[in-house]
């Protein structure tokens, strides 16, 4: 279907790897910017800067994102179809006035 074939690598060797760990790069990334700016999230005891509380969101903006390497979302890639966003209900909502 994406024209991919298999590369074999061996354990604790990540150079062979190299989209995977560019993913936890790109991750890492988002994260520390978020920390490093200070969007805080809400939880039940106030705010807190903590990564653990943005990796949720963090990851829903990686698995609905176009990546260049392949040109689709991994989300359409690992499930088939592509998830509803908040965005996408309240689009189905709106009026189009011409």
Do not use: F
């Amino acid at each position: 279907m994406l024209g991919t074939e298999l590369a074999l690598s061996t354990a604790h060797h990540p150079q062979t790897d190299g989209l995977a760990e560019r993913m936890i790069q790109t991750i890492e990334d988002i994260l520390r910017k978020c920390c490093a700016y200070g969007m805080e999230y809400q939880d039940h005891e106030g705010y807190t800067p903590d990564w653990v509380t943005l990796l949720p969101a963090v990851q829903l903006e990686y698995n609905t994102s176009q990546h260049s390497t392949t040109g689709k979302l991994p989300s359409l890639l690992e499930k088939g179809w592509n998830p509803l966003l908040p965005l996408d209900h309240l689009k189905e909502n709106l009026l189009t006035i011409h």
